[in-house]
């Protein structure tokens, strides 16, 4: 049996992920802040619930040694994220520091972890939930995609640092899901009509947003490949609008997006 670590198991995609691949027969390593708070997993022989914050290095580093005295870890799935919306001058620095912890940091110190391990052991996987603003940042969303940006780019370079030691570094790129992630907004007046336009765009039918589970079989496929595949994309307004973003160049696809946000 395979062994995987899943961060932010609590809800969502990552609680979606952990019952897929327990379904499949890996032994599920769930990660959440407050593991008394949800019960999902009890009942469930190969999921061991931990608590896991990942801004929390004594949390990381138990984590570490009970995964590494256990059998090991094949894969490691950075999911857990939070995020703010709102204007960045309006937004308070605690909040925007909050966002970099989780997102950006909480992943770099899982991954130093468990790169030692994956190195010696010369195989494993590092997977990571980014997000379409990890590929296009829209406004309004400064701070989530600066964030999940910079997480696209540690990805990246990983892909090929990691390459000798025959460890995969893969990235899932989901457009807005259907989940119950929430972001505090920090908005002004004169910024809600063009937020209000940006959203259907983001979201042109709530009937056919992307479902948690298609995310999960994202992370599943890749986690089962053998191939080098680094990006998976999931969502149709995802895949439409970096395929849109890439074939203009920012500067087409930027002069459109303002003009329909700003000259309605």
Partial sequence: MKTILITGTHSGVGKET?????????????????PKQDKTF??????????????????????????????GLDVVFNNAGIGVKGCLDATPI???????????????????????????????????TSSLSGEISFPYDSVYAAAKHALTGLCESLYYELQPYDIKVKLIVPGPINTSFK??????????MPARRL??????????????????????????SDN?????IV??????????????????????????????
Avoid: C, H
């Avoid at 983001?202 to 992370?219: G, S, W």
């Fill in 18 to 34: 952990a019952k897929l691949f327990a379904s499949k027969g890996w032994n599920v390593i769930a990660g959440m802040r407050d």
């Fill in 42 to 71: 009890t009942d469930m022989e190969n999921v061991k619930v931990v608590k896991l914050d990942v801004t929390n290095p004594e949390d990381i580093e138990k984590t570490e040694k009970e995964i590494l005295d256990n059998g």
């Fill in 94 to 128: 605690d909040a925007i520091q909050d966002v970099f912890k989780t997102d950006l940091m909480g992943p770099i110190q899982i991954m130093k972890a468990f790169i030692p391990y994956f190195k010696n052991e010369r195989k494993g996987m590092l997977v990571a």
């Fill in 183 to 192: 972001m505090k907004t920090f908005n002004s007046n004169q910024n809600l």
């Fill in 199 to 224: 959203s259907k765009i983001l979201i042109p039918d709530f009937n056919k947003i992307t479902e948690p589970k298609e995310v999960a079989q994202a992370v599943y496929e890749a986690a089962t």
């Fill in 228 to 232: 080098n595949q680094f990006e998976y």
């Fill in 235 to 264: 969502g149709d307004v995802a895949s439409e609008l970096i395929a849109k973003y890439r074939a203009e160049g920012v500067e087409k696809f930027k002069d459109e997006l303002s003009a329909e946000l700003f000259n309605k």
